[in-house]
């Protein structure tokens, strides 16, 4: 099976896209006519992953994030040279790995494909339901029982394998609902998505999880709830940690898609951030 015929398989699997769709879903190296000797899913492709791919003799990478440092991945086009950016396309073309970015189609699906492996490895399938009124983005609403917030922030270091997170709030106070949020993205000059989810934080949930995350909308109404003793927090894991276990649950219905006629393995992409606390300086 070729390169090519293995993206056939996936696309017809997805929703369909309009034939003028000219979104980030698309080739971002590598042979397509190229026969596929093993695959590789990964959040995003970094060095690590692609080292991964390399031993593994997989010369197919599916992704859910970008490349080469942009949104749409295109050739280097800066005014500078850029040896990283160089060194990496390089590994890849000398190892003849080709990449796919799977993202818009992949968020398409009804339910999120990306979110519905996040909520399964997660624990969480069984007891969320989800808020389609806040726009842009749904809200998955997790009843978790009860929990300490130190404690479901340990639970999410090991469920993930991160290597921390950031959190405000109280430690030690009880949670009961979490909600998966989306990007708390500065460009949403009126906050309409900030304010909504600050409301979804008053009326029903304890704690939220977000994407990308901006200090001066919701994490500072957090802050200030926290500070006036209101059970409210933030678990600040990361964009790509956040999404992370989607790409394993691509593995297993690429398993499925492809009759395991094809070797596909989940490589996590690592955790980008190491942490240092003021007690060990």
Not at 50 to 73: C, G, M, Q, W
Not at 146 to 162: A, H, N, P, Q
Not at 205 to 217: A, L, N
Request: charge should be negative; proline fraction near 4%.
């Amino acid at each position: 099976m070729k390169n090519k015929e293995v993206i056939e398989k996936i696309l017809n699997y997805h929703p369909k896209f309009p034939l003028e769709y000219d979104g980030c879903d698309n080739y971002k190296c590598g042979n397509p006519e190229d026969e596929c000797k093993g695959i590789v899913v990964a959040l995003t492709p970094n060095i690590q992953v692609i080292r991964k791919a390399i031993e593994l003799k997989a010369n197919l990478i599916i992704v859910h994030e970008p490349t080469f440092y942009s949104s749409l991945d295109g050739d280097w086009n800066q005014d500078f040279k850029n040896s990283v950016y160089e060194e990496k396309k390089k590994l890849l073309d000398d190892n003849g790995i080709t990449i796919w970015r799977d993202h818009d189609h992949m968020h398409a699906h009804n339910p999120d494909g990306i979110f519905t492996g996040v909520l399964k490895y997660m624990g969480f399938e069984s007891n969320f339901k989800i808020d389609y009124e806040t726009g842009g983005f749904p809200h998955y609403i997790i009843d978790i029982g009860e929990m300490s917030l130190k404690d479901l922030c340990k639970y999410y270091i090991e469920k993930i394998g991160i290597n921390g997170v950031r959190y405000i709030g109280d430690p030690d106070m009880k949670v009961h609902k979490i909600s998966l949020v989306g990007h708390l993205y500065p460009t949403d000059i009126n906050n309409e998505y900030s304010t909504k989810v600050i409301k979804t934080l008053e009326e029903e949930v304890d704690v939220i999880i977000p994407g990308e995350v901006i200090d001066w909308t919701v994490l500072s109404y957090v802050k200030d709830a926290y500070e006036l003793g209101k059970n409210k927090a933030v678990i600040n894991i990361g964009h790509f940690n956040s999404e992370e276990l989607g790409m394993k649950y691509a593995k297993a219905w690429l398993d499925e898609l492809l009759e395991n006629k094809i070797d596909v393995t989940y490589v996590p992409s690592g955790d980008m951030y190491n942490y240092i606390k003021k007690d060990e300086l």
